[in-house]
């Protein structure tokens, strides 16, 4: 059973800065392009980050690129997204994902930034 579990979440004013996780089993993580996204209250899921499998390439979406940064361990199966100099715009729910998503999704992890 594929899980997928983010944290790192909370409350930051802006210009703060956090770093998710997103752990992962159920599937063997070394060998996908793995992905962020995000979800705004009232707004559809969007893609933000996404990482290949050894890590050698990271591509973001123009909002965030500059200010977030995708890794992974793939020998721990976790994925991470740092978030700096994060403004009110970036508050959602953060999830992770395989590139082409898997149709298991995990709870999310909260960010919410204060002004």
């Known amino acids: 059973q594929v899980q997928l579990v983010e944290s790192g979440g909370g409350l930051v004013q802006s210009g703060g800065s956090l770093k998710l996780s997103c752990r992962t089993s159920?599937?063997?993580?070394?060998?996908?392009?793995m992905s962020w996204y995000r979800q705004a209250s009232g707004k559809e899921r969007e893609l933000i980050a996404t990482?290949?499998?050894?890590?050698?390439?990271?591509s973001y979406a123009d909002s965030v690129k500059g200010r977030f940064t995708i890794s992974r361990d793939n020998a721990k199966n976790t994925l991470y997204l740092q978030l700096k100099n994060l403004q009110p715009e970036d508050t959602a729910v953060y999830y992770c994902?395989?590139?082409?998503?898997?149709?298991?999704w995990g709870q999310g992890t909260q960010v919410t930034v204060s002004s």
């Open positions: 990482i290949t499998r050894d890590g050698g390439v990271r």
């Open positions: 994902n395989q590139k082409d998503p898997l149709p298991s």
């Open positions: 159920g599937f063997t993580f070394r060998y996908y392009v």
